[in-house]
Every structure is written in C-alpha cells, then in structure tokens.
C-alpha cells in the first residue's frame, strides 16, 4: 500500500517535496514512479527510479526541475518539484512495480497511491 504526502498550494517558482510511503514491505524489489493527472487531462508519466536508485527517468514536462529519489531502508520515495509552473497543477500518485519491470506505461505499475493534489496558483 502506498500513501504520498506533500500535496498543497505552490505559487509559481515555489518548490514542493512529495512523499510516498510504502505501508506494507512485501520484500519484492519495485521499480517507483510519479504520474499525475490534471483536470481534464489524462494520467501521465512524470518520473521514475529503478529499485536500486542509480538510474532515473523523466518526462520531459520535468526534466531539470524534479528530482526523484527514494530511501530503500524507510520505503520512500520522493519527487522534488522545483519552479513550479501553473501547469504542474495536478493530482499526483506514486505507483510501483515489481523489478525488473522498468517503464514508463501505467499497465506495468500494480500498486498505487491514492493521491495528493498539487496547485499551484500565480
């Protein structure tokens, strides 16, 4: 079970740490990733990070200005959101997937969180 924490009101240039935490460890290595929804608009892929943390990947909407990171011994993961711009408003989740699973397509994520909204207002 995932829960991301972090979610709230940004002003345009803010910077936002989002948390994800892995309720329950059920000792299968997992592939972590961001995607966020906003309204309207479908869910899509924000970034990633293999079960080891040595490689990460990004959509483009986020390259230079997210960083995704994760703490294997607490089960975090985190996305660092900085100069936030008006369009990152959106409901983001963390999802995981079970190594060696590595991509960036929803199918291959089995465990979701619920969501934190991010808005970001100018």
């Known amino acids: 079970q995932l829960v991301e924490s972090g979610g709230g009101l940004a002003q345009v240039g803010d910077s936002l740490k989002l948390s994800c935490e892995v309720s329950?460890?059920?000792?299968?290595?997992?592939?972590m990733a961001w995607f966020r929804q906003a309204p309207g608009q479908d869910n899509e892929f924000v970034a990633r990070?293999?079960?080891?943390?040595?490689?990460?990947v990004y959509a483009d909407s986020g390259k230079g200005r997210f960083t995704i990171s994760r703490d294997n011994a607490k089960d975090i993961t985190y996305l660092l959101m900085s100069s936030l711009k008006l369009e990152d408003t959106a409901v983001y989740s963390c999802?995981?997937?079970?190594?060696?699973?590595?991509?960036?397509?929803?199918?291959?994520?089995?465990?979701w969180g619920q969501g934190t909204q991010v808005t970001v207002s100018s």
């Open positions: 990070i293999a079960w080891f943390g040595g490689d990460t």
């Open positions: 999802a995981a997937a079970p190594a060696p699973k590595y991509s960036s397509r929803q199918s291959d994520y089995d465990s």
């Open positions: 329950e460890d059920d000792d299968i290595m997992h592939t």
